[in-house]
């Protein structure tokens, strides 16, 4: 039998994803043993609007600033186990495990079961993956971006265009996947005019609401600080870089301004190699993955804070499941290389979930 056959693929990688984020979680916890902190909990941040949006519905104008698939899951699973952090939590260890399943399919096709299996450890123990204990959509997200890959790659153009509907009401960064799902289903893409028939439902709602249609825009530039790009971005990342390496004190305690200047400079590195992903992406799996990350990261540089320019870029490359499929193409061949990855990911991603669990600012 096919399916008995795939049983074991599917349990690993699933059970995977899960394991690490509960060994993660439960580091956390023994953190709070050891030094105790007033507020310790994944709660924290966009996870507050979540909930709040779950219980209450859209009640202020800096709650349009989320997209409503996420909290009405929450809502229904909250209905069931009578608590919306709890609900969220499970929303989002399930997605998460059901897009580690997706994506070691989806990198099987094009390189075989040991790349694999690699995709999804680079997926699990990649440094931001805590929010995939936190109530926060990056998870259900990139579930229903790899479901429509996944279904689109298998000729199923419907079931293709009502999960890239739903990835666009999750999160606006949903539209990068039009380009690339026309490119793999070609002339079977009208199922594809659902994405702009989601969205505008949704932007309909908004009118209804609020009386104004682009009210998550206006919520993001108002109570986030989110723009469109222009001279200011430049320079603050220039300054970011500039203080770094020529302001920083020789002895004494750093100055206020370090922890954003670095985490400007992470997010600069990050976007670098994010870049230099899609184009091994582009040279080794084509146009389709390589649109979908081009346009990814041409949606989240497009709106930057006034702050920090790149603010949770690092986080969003989640959901730019090409890169995790070209680093598995990568490292196949180089075992060491992939040690030092593999750690470096466990590392770091044991202090951000440590550190996103204890309030720490720059964790986001």
Known sequence: MPFVAHRPRIAWAAGF??????????????SFVWAPVAHATFDRWDS????????????TPAAAAFFPVFPLVVRAVGWVVRDQL??????????????????????RRRLGEPAGRIAVVL????????????????ALFVLFVLLAVDFAERGRALPAGLAAALAVDTRLLGLALV??????LRRRSWPLLLVPAALGV?????????????????????????GPIGWHTVRTIESQVANLLFHLPSSGALPPWAPLAVSGVVDLVALAVALWLTW??????????????????????????V?????????FLLADFPLFVAGAALLESRPRARTVVVVGFAALGAVAAVAFARGVAWIS
């Open 48 to 59: 507050v609007w979540f909930i709040r949006i779950a219980e209450h519905g859209y009640t």
């Open 179 to 184: 380009p690339a799902l026309a490119l793999i």
């Open 123 to 138: 997926f699990a123990l990649y440094p931001l993956a805590f929010v995939f204990t936190a109530v926060y959509s990056d």
């Open 17 to 30: 994803v899960t394991a690490v984020r509960l060994a993660y979680l439960a580091l956390a916890a023994l």
């Open 202 to 226: 949704w932007l309909l709602y908004l009118h209804e609401h609020y009386g104004d249609w682009l009210a998550f825009s206006h919520a993001e530039r108002r109570y986030w600080h989110r």
């Open 86 to 107: 709890v609900a969220g939590i499970i929303v989002s260890l399930v997605a998460a495990a059901w897009a580690a399943v997706l994506l070691e399919r989806i990198t």
């Open 280 to 305: 091994v992406v582009w040279k080794r799996f084509g146009a389709a993955y390589a649109s979908y990350s081009l346009l990814t990261l041409a949606i989240v540089v497009a709106a930057p804070s």
């Open 307 to 315: 702050e920090q320019p790149l603010e949770s870029l690092p986080r």
